[in-house]
């Protein structure tokens, strides 16, 4: 519990270290009137980097270099949960954007949201209302939740990061001590789980090819030379606009 409640502490002060470099930027912005991406997509910067990966696929370190990388902002599942859960947390970030931006998430968000329970539709809404606006603020490496899947893709990178089972099972062993046959279990069961919550929350198949810019195996690559693979995408798309 001890270590629990540290943690939490720790991924509030990055969201309130963020907001408070959101408030700046949104002071900057109102003073050179900058139109924001969602409202424009007459522009050509790339303003998110969704990585969507397996467990065991180095996905959450190629995210955390690829931030670095970049300088930019990484934003992963206990963030983005402790955003869409945490009500004042949420209100904050909605907050943070002016209300044109929050009419074009209404707008953005009601096809999407149809025929859901109650419980679904609070959590899931949320969650994609905090997604798009982290996009709108731009310069984020955002780290599952089916942001890829979410997002506009025309002002934003989508990318899949996996490996074979056999290899994520040796690498999860080897970094959890424990067997390769409870690693494949738990891995199975993950790769099960992240499959529901996208068809869950958005009716679409995580495993389709068609909805990532760019499908990384890392059976053969350390995750600095996918990152740096990700960052040179990124220039190319940037140059193809």
């Known amino acids: 519990m001890v270590g629990k409640g540290i943690q939490n502490r ?8 963020q907001m ?4 700046l930027s949104r002071q900057e912005q109102a003073q050179h009137a900058k139109q924001t991406f969602l409202l424009d997509s007459g522009g050509k ?33 206990e963030i983005l949960d402790a955003m869409a859960e945490d009500m004042n947390v949420h209100q904050d970030v909605l907050e943070s954007v002016d ?5 074009w998430i209404e707008d953005w968000l009601a096809p999407i949201f149809t025929e859901r329970s109650v419980g ?7 969650l994609a209302k905090v997604l798009l606006v982290i ?20 002002r934003g990178l989508s990318v899949r990061v996996f490996a074979p089972l056999e290899m994520r099972a040796r690498r ?43 499908v990384i195996n890392t059976e053969k690559l350390n995750p600095t030379s996918v990152a740096k693979l990700i960052w040179r995408t990124l220039d190319q798309r940037q140059a193809s606009d």
């Open 172 to 214: 999860y062993a080897e970094e959890h001590g424990t067997s390769i046959k409870e690693a494949k279990s738990i891995l199975e069961k993950s790769d099960r789980g992240q499959q529901k919550f996208v068809q869950d929350m958005l009716k679409k198949d995580i495993f389709e090819c068609c909805h990532y810019d760019i």
């Open 20 to 23: 408070r470099q959101w408030e």
């Open 120 to 126: 679904q539709l609070s959590y899931y809404r949320h």
């Open 45 to 77: 910067a790339i303003d998110y980097i969704a990585v969507s990966r397996q467990l065991g696929s180095y996905g959450e370190q190629i995210a955390r270099i690829l931030a670095e990388l970049l300088g930019w902002q990484l934003y992963d599942k």
């Open 10 to 17: 720790e991924i509030h002060q990055i969201i309130e270290r």
């Open 135 to 154: 996009a709108e603020h731009g310069r984020a490496v955002i780290v599952g939740r089916a942001a890829g899947l979410l997002l506009p893709r025309d």
């Open 99 to 103: 209300e044109r931006i929050i009419g």
